[in-house]
């Protein structure tokens, strides 16, 4: 796991096994994460804190030098990209007690579900769906943990800076001046797109299908598979983010409801997507000393919500 020096510089220690370098947060961290519970393969943790720009510190751009999470460290090699290395731990990690997560004794027909479903969701743009609702929150209801008011405010003054704060680390970084200007070219370039209801009525006719003798179907077998993570980890930032109205509640579409139900109940998920202890904890380490009251301020707001909220449960 990767610590700090005196000086207050990073060192990589080596890991003799897999080392996830990721934030709680990052959408594509978090499927990653699950996939690794999902196998019940052991791994340590290295955060790069991405709400403050540590993927773009030059210590994390010599280990991925597009300045990006998550990143897979297997002893010598080091996997960039959630589908990459999602796909490195299914052809290196299946044997014995670790199951497969893309099936291949089911035929080639269940196969090639799993793979068309997963392609299908991972188009959908998280990261411009994510920002567009912060900008635009005529599209939302109700932004739940972490997208609170002082999470989104702070997200949209960090788009806001991020190609001037890019260009600047270009000029700081000429070994990795090329990679950081693209980006910030990218960073200006971003608009909105809204969120395609097509893919979720595919996914919703698939569902649908899961008729006699197949009620305890996921997605496209009976076993829990890449297009699974994929889904899941969509539904969960769709529903942080309030687009959930929009897309599967109310009637809309019954069985992703019923299927967003269902894998909440699983341990990866348990273990992937952070709780209020944490969200609580990274508003306040997300504050400059000048905003640090703000952030008590609504963490004690968050904490107090929750509060009530279990208090009402409790009483019916």
Request: glycine share 6%; with cysteine; charged share 25%.
């Amino acid at each position: 796991m990767s610590s700090t020096n005196t000086d207050g510089s990073y060192r990589i220690n080596i890991c003799n096994g897999l080392l996830l370098y990721y934030h709680n947060y990052s959408y594509y961290s978090q499927k990653v994460v699950m996939a690794l519970h999902e196998k019940g393969l052991s791994f340590e943790e290295s955060m790069v804190d991405i709400i403050k720009g540590a993927q773009f510190e030059p210590w994390f751009l010599q280990i991925n030098p597009r300045g990006e999470v998550p990143v897979l460290q297997d002893i010598g090699k080091i996997i960039p990209d959630s589908t990459r290395i999602i796909d490195y731990l299914e052809d290196n990690f299946s044997n014995g007690d670790t199951p497969r997560l893309i099936p291949i004794d089911q035929g080639a027909e269940v196969r090639q579900k799993v793979i068309q479903y997963r392609q299908l969701v991972d188009q959908v743009p998280a990261g411009v769906v994510t920002m567009g609702s912060i900008f635009h929150p005529e599209f939302v209801q109700n932004p739940k943990a972490p997208f609170f008011a002082p999470v989104r405010k702070m997200l949209a003054n960090a788009e806001i800076n991020s190609s001037t704060m890019l260009r600047e680390r270009a000029e700081k970084n000429p070994q990795h001046k090329e990679i950081l200007l693209q980006k910030a070219e990218l960073q200006e370039k971003k608009h909105l797109q809204v969120i395609d209801k097509n893919e979720f009525d595919k996914i919703e006719e698939e569902l649908s299908k899961h008729g006699e003798g197949k009620e305890n179907w996921w997605l496209c077998s009976d076993r829990f598979t890449v297009a699974d993570i994929s889904l899941t980890i969509l539904l969960e930032r769709l529903n942080q983010l309030g687009f959930e109205s929009r897309c599967w509640t109310g009637g809309r579409r019954p069985n992703i409801e019923n299927y967003y139900e269902n894998v909440k109940l699983r341990d990866s998920y348990k273990k992937t997507i952070p709780n209020m202890r944490f969200h609580v904890k990274m508003l306040l380490c997300s504050q400059d000393p000048i905003h640090l009251g703000l952030g008590i301020a609504a963490a004690l707001v968050i904490v107090g919500g929750s509060i009530i909220i279990l208090k009402k449960i409790l009483q019916k």
